[in-house]
């Protein structure tokens, strides 16, 4: 059981003194769009987008677990815009396993981001169902939330950017979304048993599958800056998804933030989430992933300390394994039930495991910079 206080018996104690410590600044490069209305509007505006909409057709808009930038504003945008063009749209949530496997998670998990009914004014449909939409050639059933498998026209919004465990052409977006998240748990669980090795081939399948069987309109595919901040919005045509989703993905790898560093002794991170990565926090970045993965990105960190989780984690803690030291605070507002049905989904059980747990934590602040 573990207490309230967790006292170690080692030799000299745990309080010694720190290392001066100075604070450095890292400078990138950071295209930005400051009016996300205006950029949906002119992406609406293409033939090739708003002739896929038809008056009075139910669309079914999906809407996932990471955290970006503005979801909320660009997911309004994109709802204001098929009611203009005659649709009604819904939302449900395109998440996979998240939320902890249920209807009700995975609705909390999108209010945290803003997106609710009273937010957009127009229903949220979440359910665990789904229905298998076809096969692949080797008998894998596809899985499609049954909310979308039953509408007139299905919309995806996601992030693209690197996968955390797997390299590809196409790794976490709009192809991720349209076989994982739209999956639910039952497809997300049957495409993990391939391996997540498998995934820089056996996800397109999926997604084609998906795109043939179902009137698939379009992906609206959202890149980011090294600050987190919206870089690009462009919205691509289900039959393009395949061609231009690899070219949004390199630009989201030449603006990712980097630590300018080839080795690190400590790397001390104050907050990990499920908004901030599908790892809690991004082996691109930190340069260490699970154990089974083989990973390199020209960064060595010796140890690393996560301080807190964010509260649009709702408590899945899932990557805590990949630290080596965290705090009570941080183990506290686990819920491992959302983080164990994470990890076993995935089949990345030690993404789950437990770090050393210290009792309490100093942040470093810019008091402490300047003495």
């Not at 949906?40 to 708003?50: G, L, N, P, T």
């Not at 004014?121 to 499609?144: C, F, K, Q, W």
Request: aromatic fraction near 4%.
């Amino acid at each position: 059981m573990i207490q309230d206080t967790i006292k170690v018996e080692i030799a000299g104690g745990l309080d010694f003194s720190l290392s001066k410590m100075v604070r450095v600044q890292q400078k990138f490069n950071a295209p930005t769009i400051d009016d996300i209305e205006s950029a949906v509007q002119k992406e609406f505006a293409r033939e090739s987008i708003k002739n896929k909409v038809s008056s009075g057709q139910k669309i079914a808009v999906g809407c996932g677990s990471r955290g970006i930038a503005n979801i909320a504003a660009i997911t309004k945008a994109v709802i204001h815009e098929l009611i203009k063009l005659g649709a009604e749209p819904f939302i449900f949530p395109c998440m996979g396993s998240h939320g902890a496997a249920t209807a009700v998670g995975q609705k909390q998990v999108l209010a945290g981001y803003g997106i609710s009914e009273e937010t957009m004014s127009v229903p949220i449909r979440a359910s665990m169902n789904t229905e298998i939409v076809g096969y692949l050639d080797d008998g894998t059933p596809v899985h499609m939330d049954a909310q979308a498998a039953n509408a007139d026209g299905i919309v995806v919004i996601n992030r693209i950017k690197p996968h955390t465990s797997f390299r590809g052409a196409t790794e976490s977006g709009l192809t991720k979304m349209l076989a994982i998240g739209i999956g639910k748990i039952n497809g997300a669980a049957t495409y993990h048993q391939h391996g997540m090795d498998m995934f820089p081939t056996l996800l397109p399948k999926v997604r084609d599958v998906n795109l043939d069987q179902r009137n698939v309109l379009f992906g609206v595919g959202i890149v980011e800056n090294a600050f987190d901040q919206t870089a690009i919005i462009e919205i691509i045509p289900a039959e393009q998804i395949h061609e231009k989703e690899p070219k949004l993905q390199l630009l989201a790898k030449e603006n990712m933030p980097k630590l300018n560093f080839s080795k690190i002794d400590v790397l001390i991170i104050e907050e990990m989430g499920k908004n901030i990565s599908g790892a809690g926090f991004d082996p691109n970045i930190t340069g260490r992933n699970r154990r089974a993965v083989a990973w390199k990105n020209g960064l060595h960190v010796k140890k690393i300390v996560v301080l807190g989780i964010t509260p649009e984690s709702h408590g899945n803690a899932t990557g805590i394994g990949g630290a080596d030291v965290t705090t009570m605070r941080l183990y506290r507002d686990m819920d491992l039930s959302a983080t164990y049905a994470n990890v076993i989904t995935s089949m990345n059980l030690d993404g789950a495991a437990i770090p050393i747990i210290m009792n309490s934590c100093l942040l470093y602040t810019s008091d402490a910079a300047d003495e």
